[in-house]
């Protein structure tokens, strides 16, 4: 038995990897056929059903046929595959869902889906009603597939070449395998792939089967409770409900997902295979100090604003009024830095006793910083801003003591140089491509304000902030083709990062 199941495993490994996230999402397609059979929806469960049949078909054929071609790449190999994921597949995983819609157009099933395996939860259908339980189901379970991609590519992809916020401390140059990766990896990494897969799996799988019980504990409905539970581990904000607003479990509820929002401010939270010397225990980790740091001060911040606001209208709140006003902007402001981007039902309680607008740009904010590196968070990362502070507080340190010797660890004083020195490219870039996707909206007939809006919400992966940061919500389906083309790759550049992007597209990198 173990001697087949060593075999078998040895099959999958010699197939090519996109072949194999392909032939999972096939699989995937058969849960939501199971359930709307389950609902009598016989033509829901059919158009899943047949599409995953087809997928394993068509996997199985080309498996077949290129089962004995050995790898030609290495790592960039992998991280070209992580490519076609985001761009490519969703391809395949509109199909399903176009056809049990019947009613919208192939492009708005795609831009979903990319949406939806990127994290980002840009919800183009703004009525939950539309959409059927499988259909909420299956975009769930989309979002959930690409967060366990992320963490998992995150060590076996990202790590080895120095990209995606490892850069700030790894020893090699961003694109290229670091020192102490083996030979035999170089050449073919899916070995390290698979090892990190088996190890991450169960826990992504445990945490979210754990979050989905306590929802259905604090009273939370069935389909609710796990499509929250799996839009909380991926970080992607999609929900059947609309939103927390239409959720049954209440600030019980609230809580439980507040919890495990915290996987998503560091990786040491629920693995240490990539921790950095000198950064091994949570407590000394700065990612996750610096995200505390930042949602106590602008919770404050925003709990300061209302209630100043309360106070010149003259306003009055009861105590229990102030708690929920406290608590909505404690989790608001962890879920966007997060990029989850749910917002709490006790959200619009401090604007309905202060009468102020929504902060949008203090949401925008909080969904550029982002979360940690390495968790399904998106944004400019947390690890990026530490360097930038380490290095100005060093660079204020030297205008006052010039003749001083920083008094750093070795691991401290690697991000003060170079890692510095990259994190500042990198914002650098960041903003070139937020200018960029502006102005390709901008001719696509969008107003500056919404422009900008949207692009933040792309390269942060934060989804819903589209709704959020403005005073009148975007309506994204009457947008044109050519701006959902554009948000499209502006989701998949905020995913993979614009150093991986410039990684792919470096021919002397290929050629090494």
Known sequence: MAVARNGQIGVLQRLPLFLLIWGVASVAMWIPAIYALALNDHHTSQSFFYSGVIGVFLVSIIGLALSN????????????????????????????????LGNTRFL??????VSAVTTTGADLFSDPGRLSAPVHLWRALVGWMGGLLMWVSAAAILAPLSLGGFEITAR???????????????????????????????????????????LLIAGEQGLTAICHAMSIMATSGISPVGGLEGSTAGITGEAILFLFLFFALSRLTFSTDTAVSGHTRLDKDP????????????AALLVFRALAGMAEIGGQATGLQIL????????????????????SAYWNDAQQLSGLGTPGLVLMGLALIGGGVATTAGGVKLLRVYALYLNGARELDRLIHPSSVSGAGAGNRRIQSQGAYIAWIFLMMFALALAVFDVLLAAEGVGFEQAMVLSVAALSTTGPLIELATDVPLRLIDLSAGAKLSLCAGMV???????????????SLWRD
């Open 69 to 100: 071609r050995r790898p030609r790449r290495g790592t960039l190999g992998q991280l070209a595959v992580l490519l076609a994921t985001l761009t490519v597949l969703p391809v395949f995983l509109a199909v399903p869902m176009h056809d049990a």
């Open 108 to 113: 708005n099933a795609y831009f979903d889906m």
């Open 172 to 214: 090699g140059e961003p694109g290229r395998p670091v020192s102490g990766v083996a030979q035999s990896e170089l050449t073919d990494p899916r070995g390290r792939l698979f090892r990190v897969a088996r190890t991450l799996t169960p826990v992504y799988a445990g945490l979210t089967a754990v979050i989905w019980i306590l």
């Open 287 to 298: 990612e996750f100090r610096i995200g505390l740091l930042i949602v106590v001060a602008v």
């Open 324 to 343: 929920n006003v406290i608590w909505g902007m404690l989790f608001t402001v962890l879920s966007f830095l997060t990029t989850a981007g749910f917002e």
């Open 493 to 507: 550049i905020g995913r993979l990062e614009t150093l991986a992007i410039i990684a792919l597209i470096t021919p």
